[in-house]
């Protein structure tokens, strides 16, 4: 399958929820997907009623304050679809829960089953750097489906506020970073499938790394006769033209004007700058890369990506090659 077919957008009521809606919307009316919207009342709003209830029984029936709590969220969602994409209203199945928000998604994308989770590095917290073990990066890391963190340097940079916020942009380009591991063409063809229903066009990255090199030269016959003046240019050409057939066999070679860009460096740090210097609106990464660590390891390129990167991140699933 290279296409997604079922869209769970998380949306918390903060001031990236119409852009999480936007991104999530977006795609699903371009290629006519099954939208589900979740949201999760966190514990630290439900607790104070619980002890009111408890201490002060000034209210008989807590339960019904909670539903009403529901209710209410349930109308502030299906107002900002009414009025931000009014195509959509009455054609969303909203679901809300309440507990502890990464534990709750995890468990909703478990009972929904969506191929693809849509949701904002950060929510009504709003911390000026990214916390380590927020509910988003902890979905990020343990999420089993495609996740699409979606972020914009002027928003978290508190330009806008309010009202202010600006639509996300449309996606004129998407880059799809590859480095020859086993999910190089599943990156490809989703990368594809996207700049096909949006229209944009499609960069395909890769990054010989530091260690890669470090190790050839270990390793290189005769002995100390390395030289990264001469490797580099034949090994960029060599990849480029493994990158052409991995886009054929992803079935996009059609696909028009897929720009072909080979580097060297640290990974993580080529790959952000070719974000920027593409002007990319969207970046797609496989789950893991040559290692095939089965968790979301602290420190790996992917990670680094996914906190730094200004533009949206897709991660495609971990169970994709199973």
Known sequence: MTRFNHIMACIDLSDYSPMTLGYALGLAGRADLKVTICSIVPLREVNPVYMAGMMYPCREDTKEYLEELKEGRITQIKELIRTRHPEFDGKTDIRIKMGYPAEEILTMIEEVDPDLVVMANKGRSNLSSFMFGSAAEFVFRHCRKALFSVRDKHIFKRMYSGNELPAPGELRNIMAAVDFSPWTEHILARAGWIAKITGAKLHVVHCIGTKELAWIKSHYIPENTFSEEEFLPKAKQQRKNQLEDH?????????????????????????LSAAKNLRADALVLGPLGHSRSVKFVLGSTIEKIFRHSPVPVLRLSPDICI
């Open 247 to 271: 886009i054929k066999a992803a079935g996009i070679e059609d696909l028009a004007g897929i720009d072909i860009t080979i580097d060297s460096g640290d990974p993580c740090e080529q790959i």
